[in-house]
């Protein structure tokens, strides 16, 4: 015995141990470009909290004498709308919305995804095929099409289009959480606790959940910026938020009329999209890569 | 509770007897998952292991090894056929699958997907000691036990994840995972195939060593000869799903008598320049399990079949003491020009 002991103790130690998460956040750090999306994302949000106090004037304060004010014109940093209204204020009050109706819908398809994907992956057989098959019917339908056609039978709201935009990641995230609970489960580890003689559900909380969940949120977390842009055409064909509400993706909208007349003033709304959505994708990617674990 | 106290029928009983087991999976084609085939991958076996022996099963890739192990455990149903441990029968009510999983444990192959990445190894050894109810830091205390006896030092190694650790290690902590819920018996499933030969030889001490402490009796599965040879007491030889040939590992070794256990042996390389292997003694694959040549499974590629082989299937025969082969020219009065006149 004493042999063996020797030489398992002779090999050189590994850096010290550290937890799973703990890991993830190390090599995070390390990769500069998921800090700076991190580091605009939490900007943007602070932006979206603290809207009241950081925008320069009434979101919502129309005029028609100050309509498509060019970029710089004093008194409107970022210019005006075609309703005269400051185009700063209402990008950072937009910035509520678009976040809100951005990131809710992918958290509530996140938890009911993941709860159907690891319930079909894990039990397989015929109610796996029953699960996924019915998944799949929702998954034939394009995410836009879908999406309109379920805000547009529940009605105008934001809630009927928070809804409908959940309805439409649930497959998404499902086939997701289906395909990576289908591989855990044929690891050994998951064999090996089956016949330590532990239950399903042990097995799921011990075993199975903090293999899958992790892969799970990164494609979540993809996915928010996809739920913005859907989010911005159901509000351009006024079943998500109503004017006089601002959100970029109704503000890129109505200011297309405006874009022989100012340009860069219409294209804005669109830049925050653009910079939302690529931060978010950004982050997405550093996650993956900081909590794959054989690095 | 030790493994003697959990002893009920005394050494002479076998502590598990596999009889007529049998597994089948279907094959489903087309629209209506109709089943068009079934895969034979065990087909009626039967055998004993004797309380702590080692039980070393040889055999090639496909043969039935693994299945047999994992049917063992019940991690897949049996098609037919039942396991009796210690005179009682797995699944009945004297003997629930849960008890019974307390008693025998199962080592895998590969080192790394048998741990899970998460949790560190002391979580992992301390799992299924909490499944059977020890509170936690009395399990916890066993994992760290158990790895100092394993040869991983709990300060250096509990915290640590599967990763952070070598192929020897890793399978360290595997047994003592196997360990942790004090089993009676360890199906070891090619336990050792994955590791370099230094480290395999020192996992090998350890398990020899660990038997002998913890009063332990082992189904040791492999392809290498020269290791099952080493571990094992008694030798079963499978073939197609099928026992070709059961003995205790001299005789199986030595004199051998189902030509499918000594082609396998010839094919084993020798250091003994006067033993040279001159020509393959097995040409191709074994025939595909979904549809066995009927007869003998063997006789496609034996040197001496003769149609009679191809007619009859021979039943497991006594080939001297302590052994037992499935071979018609064992089988006195069977027909074949080889076999011993029947006895009049």
Not at chain 2, 36 to 48: P, W
Request: net charge neutral; hydrophobic share 45%; glycine share 10%.
């Amino acid at each position: 015995m004493a042999a063996f002991a020797e030489q398992a103790v002779a090999e050189p130690p590994p850096a010290q141990t550290v937890g799973y998460w703990a890991g993830v956040w190390r090599r995070l750090r390390r990769d500069p470009v998921a800090i700076g999306a991190g580091i605009v994302i939490l900007l943007l949000i602070l932006m979206a909290v603290f809207a009241p106090y950081v925008a320069p004037a009434d979101p919502l304060r129309a005029s028609t004498l100050r309509r498509l004010r060019p970029i710089g014109s004093p008194g409107f940093p970022l210019g005006s709308d075609e309703l005269g209204r400051d185009m700063l204020s209402r990008l950072i009050f937009g910035a509520r919305l678009s976040l809100f109706m951005g990131i809710t819908p992918v958290i509530l398809a996140f938890f009911i995804g993941s709860g159907i994907g690891i319930l079909a992956g894990y039990v397989g057989g015929r109610t796996n095929t029953l699960i996924m098959r019915t998944i799949d019917v929702f998954y034939a339908f394009p995410s836009v099409l879908l999406a309109v056609a379920l805000s547009g039978a529940l009605g105008a709201g934001l809630g009927n289009a928070l809804v409908s935009l959940t309805v439409v990641f649930v497959p998404q995230i499902a086939r997701v959480a289906e395909a990576v609970t289908t591989q855990v489960r044929g690891r050994d580890y998951v064999e090996a606790a089956r016949a330590s003689g532990a239950g399903g559900l042990t097995i799921v909380w011990v075993h199975v959940l903090g293999n899958v969940l992790g892969p799970i949120f990164v494609y979540a977390t993809s996915l928010i910026s996809v739920s913005m842009i859907l989010a911005s055409g159901l509000s351009f064909l006024g079943l998500g938020t109503r004017p006089p509400d601002p959100e970029w993706g109704l503000m890129l909208n109505t200011l297309r009329t405006a874009i022989y007349v100012q340009p860069w003033l219409a294209a804005l709304p669109g830049v925050m999209i653009f910079i939302t959505s690529i931060a978010f994708n950004l982050l997405a990617d550093g996650l993956r890569s900081a909590m794959d674990v054989k690095q | 509770m030790s493994a003697q106290a959990l002893d009920r029928g005394g050494p002479a009983q076998p502590l598990l007897s596999v009889r007529g087991l049998l597994k089948h999976f279907p094959i489903r084609n087309g629209l209506l998952g109709g089943v068009t085939a079934q895969v034979r991958a065990v087909d009626g076996v039967d055998f004993e292991v004797l309380k702590g022996e080692t039980l070393g099963v040889v055999g090639e890739s496909g043969c039935g090894k693994s299945t047999t192990a994992r049917l063992l455990l019940h991690l897949i149903e049996p098609t037919a056929g039942e396991v009796i441990f210690d005179g009682e029968r797995v699944g009945s009510p004297a003997l629930g699958l849960t008890s019974f999983r307390r008693q025998c444990q199962m080592v895998f192959q590969d080192s790394y997907s048998s741990l899970n990445p998460r949790l560190t190894v002391e979580t992992s050894v301390a799992f299924g000691p909490k499944v059977h109810g020890v509170p936690h830091r009395e399990a916890v205390a066993r994992a760290r036990d158990l790895l100092a006896r394993v040869g991983l030092e709990p300060g250096r190694f509990a915290g640590r994840y599967p990763h952070e650790l070598s192929g020897g290690q890793r399978q360290r902590v595997n047994i003592a995972r196997a360990l942790a819920v004090q089993p009676r018996l360890i199906i070891l499933d090619e336990a050792v195939s994955a590791l370099d030969k230094s480290v395999e030889a020192q996992v090998l001490n350890l398990l020899l060593d660990l038997k002998q402490e913890f009063g332990l009796t082992y189904v040791f599965i492999s392809h290498d000869l020269n290791v099952v040879r080493f571990i094992s007491d008694r030798v079963m030889v499978m073939y197609l799903g099928r026992v070709a040939e059961l003995g205790a590992s001299a005789e199986v070794f030595e004199r051998a008598r189902h030509p499918y256990t000594a082609a396998l042996l010839s094919s084993m390389p020798s250091l003994d320049p006067d033993r040279r292997t001159e020509e393959a003694p097995l040409a191709g694959d074994p025939p595909n399990p979904i549809d066995p040549p009927p007869g003998c499974r063997f006789h496609t590629r034996c040197a001496f079949a003769e149609p009679i082989c191809s007619a009859t299937e021979p039943p497991l025969a006594a080939a001297g003491a302590h052994h037992e082969a499935a071979c018609l020219m064992v089988q006195p009065g069977s027909g074949h020009s080889r076999a011993p006149r029947a006895a009049a």
